[in-house]
């Protein structure tokens, strides 16, 4: 039975509106659930799209690196200047490729990289998952070459090619890391990462290349702040979608996200909803990221859960959306565990919130570095922005390169000291400056092993001084 209340209708005694920017009659209430859900699921796919467009649409942006489907290499390390990732390394000089596969596949040459340096090319695609990797883990140091495809190309590998990369999304990112052993190291960087190229496959075929695929009129993105409130948030996310076919594991909830008109290239019309529909999305954005605190606070602030929970592919992730959220939010484009761990600082050993007032150290005993192939380092960020801290001795991390400049313990350890103030000369080569106000600190193991990944080894805890 169905009566009319003023645009509103009861059904079998629930209360729904028919709202004209909806295509179907929908209660408050499920719009609500279905906000929150959905906002939980898409914010990786916006806050990605943010960085992307500020790196390869945005001609007149300071982040700008170069157009689609052409190598950017930056031939230093991130500064706080740097700020469009939230918890970027300053540990290896990134190169990026912004990859558009509409029209045909593209072909990645990487040179053959000197033993003992770490190189690595992460491919991420719109969903931020990590579909595949290139470098010293996954495919060795030597000279190769590898052709990326999206999701509508059957073509035969062509010769020469060592692997065919797939991806299930048109637009991808790939992010390159290229190890910097100390400041006189950087002329090495620039000569490997004048190696890297990027070409489409006509092109490496020796072959007229294929038509461009029809132009894109992107949409500006929000910024990251409005990412949390505004509801052009959801318009957003219905024009990435564009780029990327549904994955069947996904149907059900993508038919749930469309009774609430988040599809693919359509209009999110936050002006046409009703009052009553607009306050249910709202509230339901509020719900997911008070759900994200709880799961902060309660998992990964507590060690339950860790970005080794939080990074990978779609199967590994396996509908754990937020957990792929919370990544996002904190680290976003972090590797898969097998190619590097992030044990994290939030709190100190007391479960206290990190502040500068504060002072703190980190020893690492005998034998008790971190457990790595690679190399290590500690980083530090400051809140609320997650990027690095501008400091008087420009020093933004500690990391196993420089352990021949740090002061030994007595009995061969090493102690680090976290504070605002110089810990003193006799100290200050340990030093990590902090922030006055609050800030976290990110462990990175690159290439980790085992004891790391299996557990036996776990980062020593931050102990406050005072």
Avoid: C
């Amino acid at each position: 039975m169905v009566h009319s209340i003023f645009g509103a209708s009861l059904v079998f005694g629930a209360l729904v509106f028919t709202d004209p920017a909806l295509s179907q009659p929908i209660s408050p209430e499920e719009t609500r659930a279905i906000a929150k859900e959905a906002y939980i699921w898409g914010f990786p796919l916006v806050d990605s799209y943010r960085v992307q467009y500020s790196y390869f649409v945005d001609k007149g942006g300071s982040e700008f690196k170069a157009p689609w489907n052409t190598i950017y290499n930056n031939a230093r390390v991130y500064t706080p200047d740097d700020r469009a990732i939230q918890t970027p390394n300053s540990d290896t000089p990134y190169s990026y490729v912004g990859a558009d596969l509409r029209a045909e596949p593209i072909v990645l040459t990487v040179p053959a990289v000197d033993d003992g340096r770490y190189y690595s090319l992460q491919f991420i695609d719109m969903y931020t998952f990590n579909f595949a990797y290139v470098g010293s883990r996954a495919t060795g140091n030597e000279a190769h070459r590898f052709l990326l495809a999206g999701p509508n190309w059957n073509g035969e590998t062509p010769a020469g090619i060592k692997e065919v990369i797939r991806s299930e999304t048109d637009l991808n990112f790939i992010l390159y890391r290229t190890q910097l052993f100390s400041p006189d190291d950087i002329d090495d960087v620039k000569t490997i990462q004048a190696g890297y190229k990027v070409e489409p496959l006509s092109v490496f075929l020796g072959e007229p290349e294929r038509p461009a695929a029809p132009a894109i009129d992107f949409l500006k993105p929000i910024e990251a702040e409005e990412e949390k409130t505004s509801i052009a948030f959801f318009n957003q996310l219905n024009f990435i979608l564009q780029f990327g076919p549904t994955n069947p594991a996904e149907a059900e909830i993508r038919e749930r996200f469309a009774k609430i008109g988040i599809e693919p290239g359509k209009a999110f019309d936050a002006a046409a909803l009703s009052p009553e529909m607009r306050k249910a999305i709202e509230d339901g954005m509020a719900d997911a990221w008070a759900e994200f605190e709880s799961y902060k606070k309660n998992e990964i602030d507590t060690g339950k859960v860790s970005s080794a929970d939080g990074f990978g592919t779609r199967a590994f992730l396996d509908g754990r959306y937020l957990d792929r959220m919370a990544s996002a939010v904190l680290g976003i484009y972090g590797n898969s565990k097998e190619e590097a761990l992030y044990p994290a600082y939030f709190v100190d050993a007391t479960g206290q919130p990190l502040a500068g007032s504060d002072r703190y150290t980190i020893r690492f005993a005998p034998g008790e570095l971190p457990p790595v192939n690679a190399f290590w380092s500690l980083t530090l960020y400051e809140l609320p922005a997650s990027l690095l801290y501008a400091n008087p001795i420009n020093r933004y991390l500690i990391n196993s390169s420089m352990l021949p400049s740090l002061k030994n313990d007595a009995d061969g350890g090493y102690t680090l000291y976290v504070q605002h103030d110089s810990p003193g000369a006799s100290e200050e080569s340990n030093w990590l400056p902090a922030p006055a106000g609050p800030f976290f600190l990110v462990m990175r193991l690159y290439w980790p092993k085992h004891e790391a990944l299996d557990g036996a080894w776990t980062a020593p805890p931050l102990q406050p001084m005072n």
